[in-house]
């Protein structure tokens, strides 16, 4: 089946520390890859994305790369800021499914001055 | 710059009422569904619909209805509200078909049944 796995929270880091939240997948076939954040009271936002093999989604500092060999889309910036404070998801869409998404748990991140 | 556009933001219920949440969405998408967000479960997926006239079932429909009369909106229906219901609701959409199609938010509907 499908499935998303991403590290337990809460983490919290200080102001300039660098980030990873792991994130590793099972699905069949070639899935794409997504990070979406959410802001406290707000609904969920796309943050990144990547759709094949290698590809490296990046926005906003924070950047993914899609490793096929070991099923994994870890979550990275190298200088967090008290504005990253957020619940960030990471997620798959299968193959030739369009649209059927999979949502990890989620992993809150808050950043301290 | 609407997007996905959800109501009511905030609701309070009492056990065996039942309600409506409503959700619109103005970018022409095919693809529409609910969440449900509890703590420590993530989003599970409740019902969605590809297009007009056309629902099926997610991960939990149970107790909840949907329909999908025009390609804009997508309501979701509690048919008689339990605590177990109590959670954030989203409704999302997307394009139909292909691949990396990026799934729109609505802003969720805080639900507490008492």
């Known amino acids: 089946g499908n499935s998303v796995t991403q590290m337990e929270g809460p983490v919290t880091l200080s102001e ?11 699905a069949t076939g070639y899935p794409s890859l997504f990070w979406y954040v959410q802001y406290p009271g707000e609904g969920l936002q796309l943050l990144l994305k990547a759709t094949k093999a290698d590809d490296k989604g990046s926005n906003k500092g924070f950047e993914a790369t899609y490793r096929k060999e070991t099923t994994s889309f870890h979550l990275e910036k190298g200088s967090v800021q008290v504005s990253d404070s957020a619940v960030y998801f990471c997620a798959l869409s299968p193959a030739n499914t369009g649209n059927q998404f999979y949502f990890g748990t989620g992993t809150s991140l808050t950043v301290i001055p | 710059n609407a997007g996905v556009t959800q109501t009511p933001k905030f609701q309070v219920l009492k056990t065996g009422q039942s309600m409506t949440l409503q959700c619109a969405q103005d970018m022409n998408h095919e693809y529409m569904s609910w969440y449900r967000q509890d703590p420590g479960m993530g989003l599970r997926l409740i019902h969605y619909s590809v297009g007009a006239g056309i629902t099926d079932q997610g991960e939990v429909p149970n107790g909840y209805n949907v329909s999908r009369s025009t390609t804009e909106d997508f309501p979701l229906r509690l048919l008689s509200a339990a605590p177990s219901q109590t959670s ?7 394009y139909w078909g292909g691949a990396g199609n990026t799934i729109y938010f609505g802003e969720g509907s805080w639900l507490t049944v008492v």
């Open chain 1, 16 to 26: 300039e520390a660098f980030l990873t939240i792991n994130c590793t997948y099972t």
């Open chain 2, 88 to 94: 954030v609701y989203f409704c999302a959409s997307s």
